[in-house]
């Protein structure tokens, strides 16, 4: 069975950077394409970066198009997703999911000065 584990979030000063990686067991991550979500305090979930599993096909929100770059490390079986310029809107939970079944438990980035 596929197990998602993110790590890398924290607490950032606005436009600063955070890199935060999705680790995959059970199962090759390659094999599939995974999405980024966050959700801020008191709001729905929602999508801000998503790859084919190929990765041929990477597409961002319009608020992160630019400034998020999402990779992968097939050798460790992961997916990260680079946030610069960041925004204190963009404080939130940041979860990874693969076929919208598969969830991590999620990792908090606050972005504060």
């Known amino acids: 069975q596929l197990k998602l584990v993110e790590s890398g979030g924290g607490l950032v000063q606005p436009r600063g950077s955070l890199r935060l990686s999705c680790a995959a067991s059970?199962?090759?991550?390659?094999?599939?394409?995974v999405v980024w979500f966050r959700q801020a305090p008191g709001k729905e979930r929602e999508p801000n970066s998503c790859?084919?599993?190929?990765?041929?096909?990477?597409n961002y929100a319009a608020s992160v198009k630019g400034r998020f770059t999402m990779s992968r490390d097939n050798d460790k079986n992961t997916m990260s997703l680079q946030m610069n310029s960041l925004k204190p809107e963009k404080t939130a939970v940041y979860y990874c999911?693969?076929?919208?079944?598969?969830w991590g438990q999620g990792t908090q980035v606050t972005v504060s000065s």
């Open positions: 790859t084919s599993s190929s990765g041929v096909s990477t």
């Open positions: 059970g199962v090759a991550l390659d094999h599939f394409g």
């Open positions: 999911n693969v076929v919208n079944v598969y």
